[in-house]
C-alpha cells in the first residue's frame, strides 16, 4: 500500500515570498490533516478535511496560510507571503472517515522542510 | 484545549536499560492516546494507542504504554532498550469529530541508546 506523498521535500525561500505544498493521501483516505512542527516541538495541526470540506481550521493563520482540498484527495497548502517564524516542517497525514476503529489513526507523509530566510 | 506535556526532553540510555517516558495530558473529556515515533531520516510512524479497555496496551517492537485516567497520564515503557530504538518519541492525545481524530502533540523526547 502506498503511503502519504509529499511534495517538495525541501523548499528555501526568502521571507515575503510565496510558497506551496502539495500531498496527496492514501487512497480511500477522506480525512487529510496539515500540521507544523517547528524544530524541537512537536507537531500542531493546522487544518482537518473531509473529502474536500473543512472540517476545524481553527490554528490555521488565515492571514497568511490557505489550504484546499478541492476534489477531496490531494490538497495544496500555501502560505504567502512567507515569514521568518514560518521555518518548519509541514507534515500531511491522512485517515479513514468510517470503517470503525481504523478512522482513529493517521498515517503521515514524509514532510516538506521549508527554510525562510 | 488539549494540552500535552512530555518531561523529558533528551534521554540517554545504554543498550538493555529499561525505559519509562512520561506523558502528561490536560482535558476534560473522552480522548485516544497515541504514541508515535520518529526513527532517523523517517517519517512519524504509530508505535501505539488506546481507545479504551484495559489500560495496558501493547505496540510494536516490545513497547507498552499504560493509560491511568486519575494522573492523566499515559507513560511508555520498554523493559529492555535497543540501539535501534534511537529515535523522537511523541505523545499525542485525540478527541474524536465526525471526521477523525484531532491531535494534540506534546513537545517529544529525543532517546538515544548507547551500543
Known amino acids: 500500500e502506498a503511503g502519504v506523498a509529499q511534495s517538495p521535500r525541501y523548499k528555501i525561500i526568502e521571507k515575503r515570498q510565496s510558497v506551496a505544498f502539495w500531498c496527496n493521501p492514501i487512497s480511500g483516505h477522506a480525512t487529510l490533516y496539515w500540521y507544523q512542527q517547528i524544530l524541537g516541538q512537536g507537531p500542531k495541526l493546522l487544518i482537518q478535511f473531509q473529502n474536500n470540506g473543512v472540517v476545524d481550521d481553527s490554528q490555521l493563520p488565515k492571514d497568511r496560510f490557505s489550504a484546499e482540498r478541492l476534489k477531496g484527495v490531494d490538497s495544496t497548502l500555501k502560505i504567502q507571503p512567507a515569514k521568518l517564524e514560518d521555518s518548519a516542517v509541514y507534515l500531511c497525514a491522512s485517515s479513514f472517515r468510517d470503517y470503525g476503529l481504523l478512522r482513529y489513526e493517521q498515517y503521515f507523509g514524509p514532510g516538506t522542510r521549508l527554510t525562510v530566510t | 484545549a488539549q494540552s500535552v506535556s512530555q518531561h523529558n526532553h533528551h534521554v540517554i540510555l545504554s543498550e538493555a536499560a529499561s525505559l519509562e517516558l512520561g506523558c502528561n495530558y490536560s482535558?476534560?473529556?473522552?480522548?485516544?492516546l497515541f504514541w508515535y515515533v520518529q526513527y532517523p531520516g523517517q517519517h512519524l510512524q504509530l508505535l501505539l494507542k488506546?481507545?479504551?479497555?484495559?489500560?495496558l496496551v501493547k505496540g510494536i517492537k516490545g513497547f507498552e504504554a499504560e493509560f491511568i485516567k486519575s494522573k492523566f497520564s499515559f507513560n511508555l515503557r520498554k523493559p529492555s532498550v535497543q540501539w535501534s530504538d534511537t529515535a523522537e518519541y511523541f505523545c499525542?492525545?485525540?478527541?474524536?469529530?465526525?471526521?477523525?481524530?484531532?491531535?494534540?502533540f506534546g513537545g517529544g523526547t529525543r532517546l538515544m541508546v548507547k551500543p
Open positions: 482535558y476534560g473529556g473522552t480522548v485516544n
Open positions: 499525542a492525545v485525540g478527541v474524536l469529530n465526525n471526521a477523525g481524530n484531532m491531535l494534540t
Open positions: 488506546y481507545f479504551s479497555g484495559d489500560p
